[in-house]
């Protein structure tokens, strides 16, 4: 059986005139009561201690998913920044513009290069190996063909918060009260 480490038990000091004037019976006071009471606040202090140790545990937890989470959004971020700059670096003989669609291709030589040209365009006489469709974005990041339309709907529902928030009375009441100097008396 695992041996539970002791539990020191602070009692407060006792002075039997405090400022000079005795106010109650010392004796009362500061006499030993039954022993049993010391047991039970020094369980008390030692569970104390245990739900400290646990809550402290379960936060840092709860700290440690976020840094997980955290992570692995750095790993994707740095992931998509890594196939933007290769996209970017593809040959291209033609100004890119921001909302459109272009496509990838690869030569025999192992070149990259951009094509307005989908491969259902060029039909069965596609000159080279089709590696994906993408759409530039305003930010000048790419968006996989196939991630676009999530993309839409995820800038769609935050686009419609953002106007809720900013065309509703809540909201200018909220930014009015959020904003308030406190009172300092």
């Not at 491969?119 to 305003?138: D, N, S, V």
Request: hydrophobic letters at 35%.
């Amino acid at each position: 059986m695992a041996r539970l480490p002791t539990t020191a038990v602070a009692l407060v000091e006792s002075n039997p005139q405090p400022s000079g004037l005795q106010l109650v019976s010392s004796y009362k006071t500061n006499r030993m009561g039954d022993p049993h009471d010391l047991v039970e606040l020094a369980t008390q202090v030692q569970k104390a201690d245990e739900f400290t140790r646990a809550n402290a545990t379960n936060r840092l937890q709860t700290i440690a998913e976020q840094i997980k989470f955290l992570q692995e959004q750095a790993r994707k971020v740095l992931l998509e920044a890594k196939r933007d700059a290769e996209l970017h670096h593809a040959a291209c003989n033609f100004k890119k513009i921001p909302g459109k669609h272009y496509y990838l291709y690869k030569r025999q030589s192992g070149q990259t290069y951009f094509s307005m040209l989908s491969p259902t365009e060029w039909g069965p006489t596609c000159p080279h190996e089709f590696l994906g469709a993408y759409r530039l974005e305003y930010d000048m990041s790419w968006t996989p063909s196939d991630k676009v339309r999530q993309r839409d709907e995820d800038l769609s529902a935050i686009d419609t918060t953002i106007d809720r928030l900013l065309n509703t009375k809540e909201a200018i009441t909220w930014a009015a009260e959020t904003t308030k100097p406190e009172d300092k008396d």
